[in-house]
């Protein structure tokens, strides 16, 4: 088992594709958005009151908390995203100045990044503790109700945006406030007698104190990490056990009225857990710090239970876009093959968790089984998370859209018909800010010997000895040209992904063919790389039609378009009226203007007359236009499918005929 | 417009069939089963407490009510299929008795029933208030909270189970208890000063009025319907002003957190209404009487704006089994072609209203647009809600059904798997019983010189002078024998429906083909009927795939199998799994063993390998076996869908290949 450390966010540029873009974007237009939203300085949307919570927890505000319970960590989320901007000031030669110079956008967010680490400071009581719900509501309540209060939730985020902060800026006020705070939590919960036998509901205090662990390197915070990982799902149940608070009630993000233990993976020992269940979110946090756990103490045992639950959500509750969350109740998983692209949740956040959880377990083992699924959730559920102009945010992903159902159905009314600008839970997104201004960390895992390139972008890194470039236009195209160098003597091990989506491809080092198998997707090459090598990868990049697994029962008869990691879709915008189009089972794909797809497909014309009718519906040809599903919904509302019913020739195609 | 009274039920006898064995098997189990599970003398299923409320609104028994706010409507709408049973006892030799000789299940029932009017009249309050939950828990509450406390929803019941009863036995008792409290209800509500200007949330008295008013020829009780009906709607809202009742929040069959009045069609005045919305039952027990209103002052308008709520439903918002309902939340109608038959409601009740509702529309106009429904809704939505053993019961009665979604998903969680024993809320069970008892009754309308026929089953009836008897294994075939005779001099005018699923149908009278247009689906006899005549129907009865209109999103490539009447769905039992099923479009469809259908179809066999493949599945040749849809889930839970996507070939036919 390896134990890859995480990069540095600095020492990977982007410098252009999709990825460059949208960073570009994120950092220059969503974080100060999201920013001004926190501050309650945008115009028109709803009010956020997190950063005022902060001021009237520090005292110099009089008024009442406003929001959710897990309001802090809005904040948090953002100074994570916010820190992660400023290390990214040179990619794309952004506002047109290069070098280490200041510009002006990193000047703002790192003056107002100072500011909220001493507007912080002045909250943090002398224990350490840091909620301002709890502040301002009555610090007797603190630690109670932890299956829905959030508090280690939301000090979990903290302690990112601090570690994250602390390796970009190097400054060390955030790390100290969250050290702090840290130490309250470690001197709250544990085995030992006296302190609390228990965790909160919305897992991520565990994968926060790994992180804090590892920028620290001190035990305590792995210790507690933990513990938190092996208590959960202990019984009795803590749940069942703990401090209550009822006031709490009115904001609260929602309380399930059943016991339900399976919501927060806490029905059971993680070791013992066979299957994925509960929410999606918390599920993903929770196994993501289970796998920082096996990683840091090499447990088998727990590496092999925490992958067994990666297939179960990967082999039968993942949607095509890498969304998880087969269901509004609870957002959460239901049961295996239950995928229903119309009626399904598909929290951002989710997809977001799976892909950090994909991470950590390719930080043990350089399989695509990992990576291929983190592509996917990447190109398509994540990105598909955020509107060209950078300031519009879905928090439902659906497969399929029909505006007019969403408004007037009950069952369907969790779902967005259009990016929103501002949410009561704006969970979704500060967490797409900053996972995608982190992109360029997971790229790679590294050792003194080994280099392993699991993404492509154009880029240029310095990691763990080893210089490589990425030349390339992915995922518009499969050729990739990589550039990699060594530092020091001898054969170093090169591992690059061959995307399991991709059926043919060559790869060529120096103008010559590699030759190889794959092992678990990657190609392997150990040889010298004290020269600058150059590589070559020819990724064979068709429109291909897509096949779910037939116990899907909602997707029996349809087909999806993909290219590459990149689904499609269509629009109303493109085609009007969707849900009497079919795809022609032998049609034709090929690429239109702009990025788009256009496939060969029939209208169903009629029957109109009367409600039932013995009349058959005509069919006609007609061509239908796709478009990446990551840029649905940058037109108005309309409609959206992503599967659609193929019509045919039985186990034959047109031409045989 | 005309008015046909509604005829008496001892008057028609049916003697075979569907309905016969159906009727005979209400009268003889479900009745007697009902009547127990109200007394709570039925093991194992949930507890009534229906007849006990009243035991203690009587003062004999000292107890807390228990149930539900409408559960006195449970009881009485069992005692008025009760009654209806006693008007049945020599159809079909029931019980291998004839003649005038009462059945010792006819004893029991009359004797059940008299126990009942006694205790019903112990109940009474001097005043003729008679509703179990107010007089148990303060009457201080009488008529407060009438948008859901169903006061009045439960006299109306009460109404027309005296009705009923009088019809049939003649005795009055139980209709003395009804007037005097609707002399009550008189009282309290009206258009004059120091009268409630209010109605109730859940419509029924309406049109209990109205038949109480045919019953007594009483004026009073028809004004009374008539302030009702156009008072519901006017501004300012009622529900809005009047008196609330906090008390009754635990026993209410659901509470709308909105200030929806659709959902009780009370947001416009019924002839300003365009749309049908809101919950499916009151609607349609609503429109009934509306229908009333109009047939009885001959208002042309009044008929018109309830005409066009009936295109409404019947063109838009119906499922193909008649049964009506697309969304649980509000168990109520959405918007034009939204007809989801996997996530509907389908409530039995609704399905029975919308029955109730045609034949309403039938007094007034021998149009088959009102019988069509009516049939359609009769054979599938309703006869569907009663199993073959006559003791378990549909209250949802979805077109798709998948057990493992309906227990994992919450959004399907309002659909039962299987029929049930009983229920917190049941409705259902006594609305079919009484519907089915009372079918004879709808078969035709007849004056003294008209006669139409509506309906077919095997039967004898002696109607305004008309004597007309039926053979037939209607639906079974389309063969149907009818003698007609009438008493009297001159032309009479007989007019017989031509359904409108029959495209090719002979009708010969005494051996002579008839020839004639059909005027509104009914063909039209002007002759002397004083000699008894001898018509043959001969209604051509294929097996036909049926489509729904281009604009029903759902079920756009979809096709049903219909024959005549019935609507035929698949069951697991028969298929094995049947989501990966398809119609061949082109396929042959032929009768099989016990009235099943052999359908030509295609399964699809994989893909099986990981979640998603570029692997296209195959698809084989298989025999679809379906049965009609009123006999589904009698052997256990299964899925069940009735539209399936059809695969074959673009705009022709396999044979033109």
């Not at 490589?468 to 060594?486: C, D, H, N, S, W």
């Not at 993909?562 to 849900?579: H, I, K, S, T, W």
Request: with cysteine; glycine share 10%; net charge negative.
């Amino acid at each position: 088992m390896k134990n890859y450390h995480m990069l540095r966010p600095s020492d990977i540029k982007i410098t252009g594709g999709i990825l460059g873009e949208k960073r570009r974007l994120i950092a220059g237009v969503t974080v100060p958005y999201i920013g001004n939203a926190l501050c309650d300085e945008v115009a028109g949307i709803r009010k956020s009151g997190s950063v005022e919570n902060f001021r009237i927890a520090s005292g110099e505000v009089r008024k009442e908390f406003h929001g959710l319970v897990s309001q802090d960590s809005d904040l948090f989320k953002w100074m994570e995203a916010a820190s992660l901007a400023l290390a990214q000031q040179e990619e794309n030669g952004f506002l047109g100045e290069k070098g280490n110079k200041e510009t002006s956008r990193n000047m703002g967010l790192r003056a107002r990044l100072k500011e909220l680490a001493d507007l912080l400071e002045r909250c943090q009581m002398k224990d350490g503790y840091l909620n301002t719900y709890y502040i301002i509501n009555g610090l007797k309540h603190k630690w109670s109700y932890l299956k829905e209060s959030c508090q280690l939730y939301c000090a979990g985020h903290l302690l990112e945006a601090a570690v994250t902060n602390y390796e970009v800026t190097g400054e060390r006020s955030l790390l100290e406030i969250a050290m702090k705070y840290g130490d309250c939590i470690d001197r709250a919960f544990g085995a030992e007698e006296g302190k609390i036998h228990g965790y909160d509901g919305h897992a991520e205090i565990e994968l926060a104190l790994y992180r804090l662990y590892e920028a620290t390197g001190m035990d305590k915070y792995r210790d507690l990490a933990d513990f938190f990982v092996e208590e959960r799902g202990k019984q009795p149940y803590f749940f069942n056990q703990e401090k209550g608070n009822v006031d709490v009630t009115g904001n609260l993000v929602y309380e399930l009225k059943e016991d339900d233990f399976h919501h927060s993976q806490s029905h059971l020992p993680v070791r013992e857990q066979k299957e994925v269940v509960g929410h999606a979110v918390k599920a993903a946090y929770f196994y993501t710090a289970a796998a920082d756990k096996a990683r840091l103490s090499k447990d088998e045992k727990l590496y092999e239970a925490v992958e067994g639950l990666w297939e179960d959500v990967t082999e039968k509750k993942m949607f095509l876009t890498g969304a998880i969350g087969s269901s509004e109740y609870g957002e959460s998983f239901t049961y295996a093959y239950d995928l229903p692209g119309d009626l399904m949740y598909g929290e951002t956040c989710a997809a977001i968790g799976l892909f950090l959880w994909g991470y950590h377990m390719l930080r043990m083992d350089t399989d695509r089984k990992y990576s291929d699924v983190m592509e996917r959730a990447l190109f398509n559920g994540i990105l598909g998370g955020i509107s060209e102009d950078g300031k519009k945010f879905f928090y439902t992903n659906p497969l399929e859209m029909d505006p007019e159902r969403c408004k007037k159905r009950k069952d369907y009314s969790h779902l967005e018909t259009e990016r929103q600008s501002w949410f009561d839970c704006p969970c979704c997104p500060p967490n797409i800010a900053r996972l995608i201004l982190s992109f360029n960390r997971y790229m790679y895992t590294a050792s003194l010997g080994e280099l392993n390139i699991h993404f492509f972008a154009s880029s240029a890194a310095d990691i763990e000895g080893w210089h490589v470039e990425q030349r390339t236009e992915y995922p518009a195209e499969g050729k990739i040209m990589l550039t990699v160098e060594r530092k020091g003597e001898g054969k170093g091990r090169l591992r690059i992904r061959v995307p399991g989506w991709c059926e043919n491809f060559i790869i060529k080092a120096d103008g010559k063919k590699v030759e190889g198998t794959l092992e678990k997707g990657y190609l392997l090459m150990e040889e010298d790389f004290s020269h600058k090598k150059i590589i070559e990868l020819d990724l064979d990049m068709p429109l291909k039609k897509v096949y779910a697994n037939g116990r899907v029962k909602s997707l029996a008869g349809k087909a999806a378009v993909m290219r590459g990691p990149l689904v499609y879709c269509l629009e109303q915008a493109d085609n009007g009226e969707l849900f009497d189009l079919f795809f022609k089972e032998t049609g034709k794909l090929e690429m239109g203007e702009d990025g788009t797809v256009l496939a060969e497909g029939y209208r169903m014309a009629g029957p109109g007359s009367g409600l039932y009718t013995y009349q058959k519906p005509d069919y006609r040809e007609e061509n239908i236009r796709l478009l990446p599903y990551y840029r649905w919904n940058n037109r108005g509302a309309g409609q959206m499918r992503v599967f659609l019913g193929e019509r045919g020739y039985l186990n034959g195609s047109e031409d045989k005929r």
